[in-house]
């Protein structure tokens, strides 16, 4: 980071995570904690209502959260600061959370699991504007489109099939598929007979074409 001190602050409901962010982060010489907030209208609040005052370069935002949650601020504060560099610090790995925070325009979406080293290197990727994503979180990601382009769709096909059907057009075994969506080999093998009939498809390449002709996978 070239020398130069991030300003980070600090939105969690909890003191004591508040407390322990900000103890380790003080530790460290490229970070400076200038603000916190215990929810999200309060992290808004703060930094709208300064006038004059020192703005943070990255703030460093806990997701569930009363009265506004994580996603939301974000939103909000991006809307006001376009500039400003989010990360969301979660407990959470719900596959709709991850999308709800990414596209309200967090850089990166970090779990509280995490190592002290790792939490510094995402927040150091995040004022660089490079987003940091572990495996599972990137997982849950994709899991979340997909799923959202499942439920966008009037094909007829049931959410289930419509899952082993994308499955199928990223070149998924059943084997694959029924580790992923939780189900035995005997029921992927039914998921596929009845999209092949219902597609009036005859093998399984045909339907990972017809997967992308319909748009649902690039």
């Given at each position: ?46 930094l709208t209502g300064t ?8 703030i460093l935002m806990d ?156």
């Amino acid at each position: 980071m070239s020398g130069e001190t991030v300003k980070v602050m600090i939105v969690d409901d909890h003191d004591m995570v508040r407390m322990g962010l900000k103890t380790y982060l003080m530790l460290d010489p490229r970070f400076q904690v200038i603000a916190e907030a215990s929810d999200g209208q309060q992290a808004v609040d703060r930094l709208t209502g300064t006038e004059g005052g020192v703005m943070p370069d990255l703030i460093l935002m806990d997701l569930m959260m009363p009265v506004m949650n994580g996603a939301e601020a974000t939103k909000a504060l991006l809307a006001r600061f376009p500039n400003l560099k989010i990360v969301i610090l979660t407990s959470f790995l719900e596959d709709d959370l991850v999308v709800k925070a990414i596209e309200a325009g967090a850089v990166s979406y970090v779990l509280k699991t995490v190592s002290a080293e790792e939490l510094i290197y995402a927040l150091q990727g995040a004022f660089k504007g490079m987003p940091v994503m572990t495996g599972d979180v990137a997982q849950a990601l994709t899991r979340g489109l997909r799923q959202r382009t499942v439920q966008n769709d009037d094909s007829g096909l049931t959410e289930r099939e419509k899952e082993v059907l994308l499955l199928i057009a990223e070149g998924k075994t059943n084997k694959d598929i029924g580790e992923e969506l939780h189900i035995s080999i005997k029921t992927v093998k039914t998921h596929v007979s009845n999209l092949l009939m219902k597609c009036e498809l005859e093998d399984r390449t045909q339907l990972a074409i017809y997967a992308h002709r319909q748009g649902w996978v690039s």
